[in-house]
């Protein structure tokens, strides 16, 4: 299940609960559903974002209007524009085209970098995942796999949570006899603040399908994924 519809339920829900005490006609509340539906597949707000830089930094103590902070607040809206951009696309589109295939082995990209953000802080996180998958009859372009994890990470993120949207994308849209999602990567907000740790990698893994039922494939899918 892709990001994009939990978010989407998860507000349908708010709705649901505040709508209770509400006199509103079912015509008005299928308006403000279809309001808020709009509102999810907009683009990010840069405008709404500046003010908010400029009140953080007011926050902090700075003064938000001196000559080095000007640009800042349009600066950030910029980055996290782009940041978050994978909000706004549904990744598992990149998966739609597939080819007929016999092969029967393993499919792996190893290596693939990538850099997100943790949704509790708000912090990069910067690694490489590994997306690998056994085929059921169909193969999909290996950039695409790139394509996927670059979209998924951009969004608010946490590791465990990318590692199985990637692999539910691989299971579902492919159909695959297994799929197999190894992430690792730098938490800036461990190495930055609180324990004050850095240089630890923070690994994580999906299994699906064989890759879980047989020993003998998950060994083989985890060696070539460890092989250095
Ligand atoms: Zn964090």
Redesign the pocket.
């Known amino acids: 299940m892709s990001l994009d519809l939990m978010t989407a339920s998860e507000s349908v829900a708010e709705f649901d609960s505040y709508s209770i005490n509400d006199s509103r006609s079912e015509e008005s509340q299928s308006a403000v559903r279809s309001k808020q539906a709009a509102q999810l597949q907009q683009p990010v707000n840069k405008p709404a974002i500046e003010a908010a830089v400029r009140t953080i930094l007011e926050a902090v103590g700075e003064d938000a209007g001196r000559d080095g902070l000007l640009d800042t607040p349009a600066r950030v809206a910029r980055m996290y524009e782009e940041m978050f951009s994978g909000l706004h696309l549904d990744p598992a589109r990149h998966l739609e085209t597939t080819f007929p295939e016999d092969y029967d082995e393993i499919v792996l990209v190893r290596d693939i970098p990538f850099t997100s953000m ?4 708000l ?1 990069p ?1 910067t690694g490489v995942a590994h997306v690998g998958y056994l085929p059921n009859g169909r193969v999909v372009g290996l950039s695409k796999l790139a394509r996927v994890v670059e979209e998924v990470a951009q969004r608010p993120q946490v590791q465990e949570r990318m590692t199985q949207t990637v692999a539910d994308m691989l299971e579902e849209k492919l159909g695959t006899k297994g799929a197999a999602v190894v992430i690792e990567s730098e ?1 800036s ?2 190495a930055l603040r609180g324990v004050r740790k850095s240089g630890t990698l923070t690994v994580t893994s999906s299994l699906r399908g064989i890759f879980r039922t047989s020993q003998a494939s998950r060994t083989e899918i985890l060696s070539l994924i460890n092989r250095r």
């Open positions: 943790c949704e509790h802080h912090l996180f938490h907000c461990m």
